[in-house]
DNA sequence: ATACAGCAATGCTATAAAACACAAAATTAT
DNA sequence: ATAATTTTGTGTTTTATAGCATTGCTGTAT
């Protein structure tokens, strides 16, 4: 927890999207439920079959949304970055959590109330949509998953997970290096494929030019060629 | 089009579940603008890239929602049965149908202008949340659905696949053929493999007792055992 | 300095599944 | 009924990728 007074100022710097949604009463019942957490890297936020609890809004940090399928092998979902939300589906569902979530690395994290959560929608229209359009457009991106997943080869999986972390995260302030350090078995899980053909095939992107590999930095130097792989690979 | 003093009646007794939710004064509008459809087999009746502008309710018949591939292979994401509500997603995500849809055999839809059920939304917070469960649910679905189709062998997928259809369509009345009769090509597309492994697969289940086959009629014989396969393959 | 642990990299092998080719059967059209 | 077309079934070949083993590298603790 950290000290009530900086904490308003966090949340309605932070909570952004679904802040300007919000009444002044209701800004205020979130703030006094809004709970920050601090987690380690690698840390569980959630589990898969667990009861859903509570929505959670990355503040700060990187956060993993994953399924453990058959022999341990993970298959990563999604990523979050600041400020986005996650871990109400499972609650409007009806039903315990179908995935897990996991910290990447040192972050901060506030957590609010599904019943609160519930509350508030029943009261504000405006934030059933922000819902409503939330779980569409993810909606959206699980299918295309799904196919990317299944029919793409290799080179175009991993070409594709790459694009999907510059998208997310970014580059540094290079313009070419991308900004989240994962390992080869993040990789490899976000690309469906074993580490090894994750390790190998981005030294075949090395080698084609594509990209530059220094230990978990990655530098993206074609990016339209990476893109075009992810397309049609 | 049926006639209009039909339309009433089976409007309210098949949409049932949205019906409940709905005012006197909404059924109406929704009487008012509601218009059926007939869609021969294999008709398409909306395609990716397409704009998205009515919910369709599957009144009759049955339907499948799928995204076409690399090489035109083409993957079966979802299916229909009376009644059941879909192409809103795009809609609410503000974005093009990521998928089409397309009647399995002759069946009669009808269609919503999406425009009147955002109104009703706006003016109804329990139809709100019927699209919140709705939408949360497939999210779950097509998430797990990733990971079956990614991680499980063939044996696996299939088995899933087949008890997906149970689960759909159920029985006849004899208890245990199935209630739907796809072309191997529409299995292998719904299981993520080629049509020669579906019937090579099939044979496999027909050959250990699983299952009997003739032409497109199954029956399903041992139930307990193709979950388990579906599960643990 | 040395030992150790954890990744990263690479080669080799086994295998599941796709691709291909073709025949038989069933459906549809004429 | 006959021809044409589509669907189903099966055997063979090829390929992509998983699995495994080995080695080197880097950082950390002793």
Redesign the interface.
């Known amino acids: 927890m950290i000290k009530k007074s900086t904490l308003e100022k966090v949340i309605s710097e932070d909570l952004a999207e679904i802040w300007a949604i919000l009444t002044s009463d209701e800004k205020r019942r979130v703030v006094d439920n809004f709970v920050i957490h601090n987690f380690k890297k690698n840390q569980i936020i959630y589990a898969e079959n667990e009861e859903p609890e509570f929505l959670w809004c990355l503040l700060k940090g990187k956060v993993k949304m994953f ?1 453990d ?2 022999g341990g ?1 993970q ?1 990563i ?1 999604r990523l979050y970055r600041p400020i986005q939300y996650f871990g109400y ?2 609650y ?4 315990p959590y ?2 897990s979530a996991a910290a990447f690395e040192i972050s901060t994290l506030g957590a609010i109330p599904m019943t609160l959560v519930k509350e508030l ?2 009261g504000n ?1 405006n934030l ?2 922000f ?3 939330e ?6 991106g ?6 990317n ?4 080869h290799i080179r175009g999986r991993l070409a594709e997970a790459l694009t999907l972390l510059i998208d997310n995260y970014g580059f540094e302030d290079d313009t070419e290096t991308l900004k989240i350090y994962m390992a080869r078995e993040d990789i490899a899980n976000l690309s ?1 494929m074993t580490t090894s053909n994750a390790i190998r095939t981005l030294s075949s992107f090395v080698s084609e030019g594509i990209i530059i590999v220094d230990g978990r930095r990655i530098k993206v130097i074609n990016e339209p060629l990476l893109r075009k792989i992810s397309k049609f690979g």
């Open positions: 399924k399928g058959i092998r298959q979902l589906r499972a409007f569902a009806k039903e179908v995935s929608i029943d229209k059933a949509w819902f409503i359009h779980l569409s457009k993810h909606l959206g699980s299918d295309t998953k799904i196919v997943l299944t029919q793409k469906n």
